[in-house]
């Protein structure tokens, strides 16, 4: 059965562009589509990303969509991937305007999208002084007054880490009051401040927190605070075509479960990137894509070359 495309790669964030690099210089047919939604497009830059650290997401992924361009066999398309269908031979793909395509196996870099408290403020300083990952964001908030907006267990953790970028830490639980004695004795010798009122509001100026506002009026002054937030999938298209997903984890709802090699429980899908993630960073994602297509493209090996055995 002929086949318009080796590879559709649905996503064309740090893993999707990663992944057709490697198959376009491979010299295999593949269609990117990219729906443009990347969840850390809001950021200020991407911090820790090896010759790139700093630079706006939004510059790294055109600079990625330009190197494409140089690869007569690779084809970036604007749109969203919907449904799929198919088996390990071959998939159907539909996109939102109609259109379908044959392929030989789907590549699922859809990523996932952050979903922080509902905060009055929250939104307009989020990805610059309102942030999830320390690794990230850390060393622009170093040696300010900072704020971790959790509470249990994981609150304990957040604030330690963040305590590598200040000695000025204080968790707000907005009133829970879920630690144990040996968190308490922990975040007491880190020298970590715990606030239990309920915060209302961010207060911000030009796109930087100056305060936080608590339910009775009072104010905290912080530049920088760190939110817990969970990851939920972006797309469907993963349970549209019978990927499974794993357990809930700290950092995500429903990741999508892939082993070694990057493949799903569904025969031909791969999957890479923050979907898949334990730890949502761009440089996991760039390596995550070069893996998922090398693991594609010794899955299309073994198809086109079947291995022999003696007396068949």
Same mark, same amino acid.
């Given at each position: 059965m002929n086949f318009e495309w080796d590879c559709v790669v649905v996503g064309g964030g740090a893993a999707g562009l990663s992944a057709a690099l490697v198959l376009g210089r491979a010299r295999r047919r593949v269609l990117l589509v990219d729906s443009g939604a990347q969840s850390n497009l809001a950021a200020h830059g991407i911090g820790g990303l090896l010759g790139h650290d700093g630079r706006p997401p939004s510059e790294l992924y055109a600079m990625g969509r330009e190197e494409l361009a140089a690869y007569p066999s690779v084809? +970036?398309?604007?749109?969203?991937?919907?449904?799929?269908?198919?088996?390990?031979?071959?998939?159907?793909?539909?996109? $939102?305007?109609?259109?379908?395509?044959?392929?030989?196996?789907?590549?699922?870099?859809? #990523?996932?999208?952050?979903?922080?408290?509902?905060?009055?403020?929250?939104?307009?300083?989020?990805?610059?002084?309102?942030?999830?990952?320390?690794? @990230?964001? =850390?060393?622009?908030?170093?040696?300010?007054?900072?704020?971790?907006?959790?509470?249990?267990?994981?609150?304990?953790?957040?604030?330690?880490?963040?305590? @590598?970028?200040?000695?000025?830490?204080?968790?707000?639980?907005? #009133?829970?009051?879920?630690?144990?004695?040996?968190?308490?004795?922990?975040?007491?010798? $880190?020298?970590?401040?715990?606030?239990?009122?309920?915060?209302?509001?961010?207060? =911000?100026?030009?796109?930087?927190?100056?305060? +936080?506002?608590?339910?009775?009026g009072s104010r905290l002054p912080r530049t920088g605070l760190l939110v817990a937030t969970t990851l939920h999938q972006r797309s469907p298209l993963a349970s549209r075509l019978g990927v499974a997903a794993g357990d809930p984890t700290p950092v995500a709802q429903d990741p999508v479960t892939v082993d070694a090699m990057y493949q799903t429980n569904v025969p031909g899908v791969f999957a890479a990137g923050d979907l898949s993630a334990m730890m949502p960073q761009v440089a996991a994602a760039v390596a995550a894509g070069s893996g998922a297509a090398a693991a594609v493209m010794q899955s299309l090996l073994t198809e086109d070359h079947p291995l022999i055995h003696e007396g068949n």
């Open positions: 084809e +970036v398309r604007t749109g969203e991937v919907v449904d799929g269908t198919g088996e390990a031979t071959g998939f159907t793909v539909r996109l $939102a305007d109609g259109t379908t395509e044959r392929t030989r196996r789907v590549l699922l870099a859809t #990523g996932m999208e952050y979903r922080p408290p509902e905060l009055p403020g929250l939104a307009e300083l989020w990805g610059g002084s309102v942030f999830h990952c320390p690794f @990230c964001h =850390g060393w622009e908030v170093r040696d300010q007054p900072l704020g971790v907006l959790a509470d249990g267990e994981r609150a304990v953790h957040m604030a330690l880490l963040l305590r @590598c970028w200040s000695d000025d830490v204080i968790v707000l639980t907005c #009133g829970a009051d879920d630690f144990d004695d040996a968190q308490l004795g922990r975040l007491a010798a $880190a020298g970590v401040g715990i606030e239990p009122k309920v915060v209302r509001e961010l207060a =911000g100026d030009g796109g930087r927190l100056e305060a +936080v506002v608590f339910d009775d």
